[in-house]
């Protein structure tokens, strides 16, 4: 990188000379050069003097970097500092290093996305980040980078060929898939604020934590069975054969005992460790579906990953926490309002309608409950719908067993779309502990005991 700077400067004289020459050829031709006027200009005409928009007339320099080798940070910020039309294309092929030994934690990120992230204080700096399998879709933000007058950084990841289980182009897209490495940038050539300048355009369901997907397989039975799951940090790294030591495939006869998927362990760690240890799905050598616990280390890892995910999300305007803010206290005024104006009017001057507001939701197989202020069954799945919040855990986690009425607030729309562990899932993660799963209504549904249990604190 300093080679490349220092020719770059060495050249700038020649450079000088060149633009000064077109200038007053430039002048000369339309018959406009006035000596006395003109002469004392360009030989005060200084290197640092260049705008954005001459320095163009001159190819850029493009740097490759790895992202492993020594320096790289310091030789990246004195690139991007430098605010000449350098390009650098960083080589990312490991994202998760192992810290020094007695710190018990990853460095995670420090090879990848968080160079990246640094990039975009410099402000006039065009950032873009991608993995390899996801060039093709970026191919317009990469044409405005290489366009950009001043230095742009280009982070790709590019696995090396044999760390992970996978191919190079399936290890890159889950890597993108996952959030260990998402696809973003940053175009200062946009405006001026960070609204219209950076996009996450391209990620997965760029609104959620991990992005989730439908898996249907045969169980034991020869039955098809249909599971909602989160692709997350651990499920990626789990394909990169250096890490196996994390995981631990768990026999089947011990599937019941204390385990949750790391999806949920993600949502809300258990506060004693041996009460809920986090498994992945995966696939044995005999294609038989089996559960890895994975080991706390990674789960922290795959915690710091989804810190860098909000951070991401926040700048991309998704849900960003002021805004959370500012709508949950007009919510809460606005309620209040409301309260009042119902307070003020008579029962019998209410009118009554159906599905509008209901206190409470119960969602019996194939019935919608009446409103029932009194006493709901603890036995019925049920929502107090005027309670909820709309942070769209729910909805988003069952889309087809939960849906919002006109106030933007959820009630149980269909059970049968979905598993009692979905329910006792979405109560689980409901902020506002709204939800009341019940009973089960499907005694063939597998981990009903365990269900039951976990169901029990919201009945
Ligand atoms: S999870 Fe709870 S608060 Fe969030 S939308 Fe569903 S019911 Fe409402």
Same mark, same amino acid.
């Given at each position: ?7 770059y ?15 007053l ?7 406009q050069f006035?000596?006395q006027?003109h002469a004392?200009?360009?030989d005060g ?6 705008t954005a928009?001459?320095?163009q007339?001159?190819p ?7 992202s492993?080798?020594?320096g790289?940070?310091a030789d990246?910020?004195n ?10 294309l ?10 020094a ?5 990853f460095?995670?990120?420090m090879?990848g996305?968080?160079?990246a992230?640094?990039?975009?204080t410099?402000g ?8 390899a399998s996801n ?7 990469i044409q405005r ?8 950084l280009?982070s790709?990841y590019?696995p090396?060929?044999?760390e ?6 399936l ?16 175009d200062?050539?946009r ?8 996009s ?6 760029p609104d959620?934590?991990w992005p ?5 397989y045969a169980?034991?039975d020869?039955?098809?069975?249909t ?6 940090f651990?499920?990626?790294m789990?394909a990169d054969?250096r ?15 204390g385990l949750i998927?790391a ?8 506060a004693?460790?041996a009460t809920?240890?986090?498994f992945?799905?995966a696939?044995?050598?005999a294609d038989?579906l089996?559960?890895?616990v ?8 795959a915690?710091?990953?989804r ?10 305007g998704?849900? @960003?926490?002021?805004v959370? +803010?500012?709508? &949950?206290r007009? %919510? =809460?005024?606005w309620?209040?309002?409301r309260?009042?104006? /119902?307070?003020a009017?008579?029962?019998a001057a209410v009118?009554?309608a159906?599905?509008n507001?209901p206190?409470v939701t119960a969602a019996?197989?194939?019935t919608?409950?009446a409103e029932?202020e009194a006493?709901?069954?603890p ?8 309670r909820?919040s ?8 069952s889309p087809k067993?939960?849906a919002? @009425?006109?106030n933007?607030? +959820?009630y149980? &729309?269909?059970? %049968? =779309? ?5 329910l006792v899932?979405? /109560?689980e993660s409901?902020?506002v ?12 549904e597998?981990?009903l ?8 604190p919201?009945?």
């Amino acid at each position: 990188m300093s080679a490349a700077l220092d020719s770059y400067r060495q050249r700038l004289p020649d450079m000088l000379s060149l633009l000064k020459a077109l200038s007053l050829a430039e002048l000369e031709v339309e018959g406009q050069f006035v000596e006395q006027l003109h002469a004392p200009i360009f030989d005060g005409m200084q290197s640092q003097d260049f705008t954005a928009a001459e320095l163009q007339f001159f190819p850029d320099y493009l740097v490759t970097l790895d992202s492993d080798a020594p320096g790289v940070q310091a030789d990246l910020v004195n690139a991007l500092a430098s605010g000449m039309p350098i390009k650098v294309l960083l080589e990312v092929q490991d994202l998760l290093e192992e810290a020094a030994p007695g710190q018990g934690r990853f460095s995670f990120g420090m090879r990848g996305s968080q160079l990246a992230s640094m990039a975009m204080t410099f402000g006039d700096a065009f950032v873009l980040q991608s993995t390899a399998s996801n060039l093709l879709q970026m191919r317009d933000g990469i044409q405005r980078g290489l366009r950009h007058a001043g230095p742009a950084l280009f982070s790709v990841y590019a696995p090396a060929d044999g760390e992970s289980t996978l191919p190079c182009y399936l290890a890159a897209a889950s890597a993108m898939q996952s959030r260990a490495f998402p696809a973003f940038s940053y175009d200062p050539g946009r405006g001026s604020d960070s609204a219209v300048r950076f996009s996450l355009a391209n990620n997965p369901q760029p609104d959620v934590d991990w992005p989730l997907e439908y898996l249907t397989y045969a169980d034991q039975d020869l039955q098809a069975v249909t599971e909602e799951l989160a692709f997350t940090f651990v499920d990626f790294m789990l394909a990169d054969r250096r890490h196996n030591r994390h995981f631990a495939v768990v026999p089947r006869a011990h599937w019941g005992e204390g385990l949750i998927s790391a999806r949920q362990w993600l949502k809300s760690p258990p506060a004693d460790a041996a009460t809920g240890l986090p498994f992945v799905l995966a696939v044995d050598d005999a294609d038989l579906l089996c559960r890895v616990v994975v080991d706390e280390r990674m789960m922290r890892a795959a915690q710091r990953c989804r810190e860098s995910w909000h951070r991401l999300q926040e700048l991309g305007g998704i849900h @960003d926490s002021r805004v959370e +803010a500012l709508l &949950a206290r007009e %919510k =809460a005024l606005w309620e209040q309002a409301r309260a009042v104006d /119902a307070a003020a009017l008579s029962p019998a001057a209410v009118p009554a309608a159906p599905g509008n507001q209901p206190i409470v939701t119960a969602a019996v197989p194939g019935t919608v409950a009446a409103e029932d202020e009194a006493a709901p069954d603890p036995d019925k799945a049920y929502i107090e719908t005027l309670r909820c919040s709309s942070c769209n855990e729910c909805t988003l986690a069952s889309p087809k067993m939960f849906a919002y @009425d006109q106030n933007k607030q +959820a009630y149980i &729309a269909d059970l %049968k =779309a979905g598993t009692y562990r979905q329910l006792v899932e979405a /109560a689980e993660s409901c902020q506002v502990s709204v939800i009341h799963p019940g009973k089960p209504w499907n005694p063939d549904e597998p981990g009903l005991d365990e269900l039951i249990e976990r169901a029990r604190p919201f009945r």
